[in-house]
Structures are given as C-alpha cells and as structure tokens.
C-alpha cells in the first residue's frame, strides 16, 4: 500500500484525548445482543454509539480537535466539511465552547442532518455534489477567513478522539476477540483499531461499507488514495471521498486492517430491521452494517467475542419507517 503516515497517533494520546473530552462525552453502554449472538455462534456485543448527545460517535474527534487548538485559532473560529454528523459533532462541540462553526456540505447530505447542524449552531454552506466539492468550499475558508479547519476524519486529534471507543471496548470487553467497525474515511477505525491493534495484534479488526461509492475500500484495492463517484446510500454517513492528498487514515487503515466487506443496500436494510425488531434501536444505516454483516454470514466470527459499533441514530424517520415496513 502507498501513502503516507505522517501523524501517528499512540496510545498516550488517546488517553490524552479521553481525559480532555471527558466532560463533554457519554461513555457508552457495550449490550450483549442475544438473537445477533444466536444467528453468529459468537459473544456479540453492540457499542451504542448512537446514545451520544448528537446520536452519533463524532462528537468525541470534533470535541478533542477543537479543544487542541490554541486560544488564538479558537477565537478565529473553525470551518469543516462533512457527510453530516461530523458537521453537527462540530457545530454542537463549537457551541458549547463558545466557538464560531461553519459547516461545508453537499447537496446529497440528507435534510435532516442540514437541520441539526443549524440547530447546534451552525452557520451552514451547502456546495457542488459530493464532499470534495464541500472541502474546497472549506479550505477556502481556511485560506481567506482563517478559520482553523477540523477535517472529519484525516486528523491526529479526530482520530484520537475516535480512539477512545477502543478504550472503553477494552475495559468492558477485555475478552474481546474482533471488531466490526464501519469504514468511511478512516478514522474511526483508525481510533479503533490501533488502540486494539496496541493491546494485542490477534484482535480481527473488520471495516465494513457499502458496495455504492465506498472510497477507502476502493483505494485499499488501488493502493492508493482515489476518488468514487459519490451516490445515494442507505449508509450516507460512509459516503464521501478519503481525500487524494490522504496524509494519515489511508496509510494506517492499510496497516490495521484485517478485513474489508462491503454490502448490498438490502443487506443494509435488513440489518437496521434487525436492530430495531430485536434491540429497540433506531439507527442510520451507517450503524447497522456490522449486524448486516453478521445477519449476511459475510463475516466469520464462531466462537468469538465480537463487538460491532453501532456508530448513530440520525436517520430520516420516513426513510427509516419504510426500511423496517418492509
């Protein structure tokens, strides 16, 4: 694999990252899922991720990038692009620390994620059709305004944050065998995955996508950053590109993972129906690929102690009536 690792990201701080976040942050219940534990032959657990005050993971990287910067770049204010949660991670992680936010967006981001991002508090750009058109929107800022740019995921402190979840994995689940984490643009299996990796390279690490306009399983298979049509998905928040200029997530994903799947969007479906029906849950598509995967038999975990992230629940509840109607 090609690519460049110019940041590594240790375990000192991710411990950093916890305690800086630790005020601002839930720590997540990990549940025993008894019918996914029955159809996989395994121990499985979910990590509701989707409990977060923002109903998604990403307010533990936007939280500990933000809270990195000096006083000055604070007082400039932040700008990032983003899929969607990341942008309301951002905006709600902004506003609580009284911090100026915009948030760049393409037109495919559902409404719903737009709505919660002005409703966090922040001021909202919507550009071109995929999430490169909204990053050159973003560091266009950077460069005229001076905003501090807090990227969704190709970043130390984002990943650290991210980070934490392997911590708190590890502690409840020190018996822990694999980990099936949705894959996008890196950096929550990054977090993961190297603080896992760090306690015992044995641990399975998965990252899971969808087969519509997945960017990090693409580039993985060209050994390279590149770039995919970005399309409408069931799991909208694994859309986005990875960035061609990729400094940190590309190369250490390459490093860390043992597996990719990638998903049919019925496969998707199915495994939102299942977490609602079995669990109570209400999860974007996004949060329901490891139960997919599970629910599919793409993913071979007998015996095992498995964790799966159940990484957000922001989710168009019309969409989300029609997928579990079905």
């Known amino acids: 694999m090609t690519g460049r690792d110019e940041s590594p990201v240790g375990l000192r701080d991710v411990y950093r990252a916890r305690a800086r976040i630790a005020p601002f942050v839930r720590r997540t219940p990990l549940v025993r899922a008894d019918a996914l534990s029955k159809a996989a032959g395994a121990e499985v657990r979910l990590k509701l991720e989707c409990l977060q005050d923002i109903g998604a993971f990403k307010q533990r990287g936007a939280m500990n990038a933000i809270l990195s910067l000096d006083p000055e770049a604070r007082e400039r204010g932040v700008v990032t692009m983003s899929t969607g949660n990341h942008g309301r991670a951002v905006a709600w992680a902004a506003d609580r620390l009284g911090v100026r936010a915009v948030v760049c967006l393409s037109s495919l981001v559902p409404g719903r994620k737009v709505e ?14 995929g999430q490169d058109e909204a990053g050159e929107e973003a560091m266009r800022l950077v460069r005229e305004d001076g905003l501090a740019l807090i990227p969704p995921f190709d970043d130390p402190a984002v990943v650290a944050g991210q980070g934490t979840i392997g911590i708190e ?3 409840d689940f020190p018996e822990i065998d694999a980990a099936l ?6 950096g929550l299996f990054v977090g993961i995955a190297g603080v896992l990796k760090a306690a015992d ?3 399975r690490t998965v990252g899971i996508s969808m087969k519509r306009g997945a960017a990090m399983a693409a580039s993985l298979e060209a050994g390279r950053p590149v770039s995919v049509e970005e399309v ?3 799991a909208d928040s694994l859309g986005g590109g990875i960035g061609l200029d990729n400094r940190h997530t590309f190369a250490r994903t390459a490093a860390l993972i043992d597996e990719v799947l990638l998903l049919e969007e019925e496969e998707i479906a199915a495994g939102m129906r299942h977490l609602h029906r079995e669990e109570g849950l209400v999860t974007e598509g996004a949060a329901a690929v490891g139960a997919a995967a599970l629910l599919a038999g793409k993913v071979r975990v007998e015996g095992r102690s498995v964790a799966t992230i159940v990484s957000g629940r922001n989710v168009d509840m019309d969409s989300f009536a029609a997928v579990i109607a079905d």
């Open 116 to 129: 919660a991002i002005r409703a966090a508090g922040g001021e909202v750009r919507v550009v071109g059709r």
């Open 169 to 171: 994995l590890l502690e």
């Open 181 to 186: 984490i949705p894959l996008s643009g890196g």
């Open 201 to 203: 390279p044995s641990i």
């Open 232 to 234: 409408e998905t069931l």
